[in-house]
């Protein structure tokens, strides 16, 4: 996993919904690498790094990105989007986009493990799909 330390809070809640779905699931904690970039942007790089590796069956991405008063945020969201999928695509490992795109903090703080549900968990059970659908189809 390659997580944001931006937004730590909102993104140390997605981490541990990921960590518990992943666990109940049967992945070994031993299984499980956590890489922390400085923030949202830089997720595509660790991410296709990560993937590239040969080492991993699938990488989540988690993070948070909360509006402001301008519309950096769309830029950013667009461009982490974006890198995730060519990721995903150029070395294909699932790379999950499980990044919160929220108007507010209050937004990130629901579905982090809010009333909301927690989407780390519910990028980790995607992951899971994953990685069970492509085994099942030709290379």
């Not at 699932?94 to 929220?102: D, E, H, K, M, S």
């Not at 519910?122 to 994953?130: D, K, N, P, Q, T």
Request: proline letters at 3%; glycine letters at 10%.
């Amino acid at each position: 996993m390659v997580v944001s330390r931006y937004n730590e809070t909102v993104c140390a809640r997605l981490l541990e919904g990921a960590r518990t779905a992943l666990s109940n699931a049967g992945v070994a904690e031993a299984a499980i690498d956590v890489v922390w970039a400085p923030g949202a942007f830089e997720l595509p790089l660790i991410a296709d790094r990560l993937a590239g590796s040969g080492a991993y069956v699938a990488v989540l991405a988690l993070g948070a990105v909360i509006r402001g008063e301008t519309t950096h945020d769309q830029h950013i969201n667009r461009a982490v989007s974006m890198g995730l999928m060519d990721a995903g695509l150029r070395t294909g490992v699932p790379v999950l986009f499980g990044v919160l795109t929220c108007d507010t903090l209050e937004q990130a703080l629901h579905r982090s493990g809010g009333n909301v549900g927690n989407k780390g968990a519910e990028c980790a059970a995607a992951a899971l799909e994953m990685v069970s659908l492509l085994r099942q189809l030709p290379e």
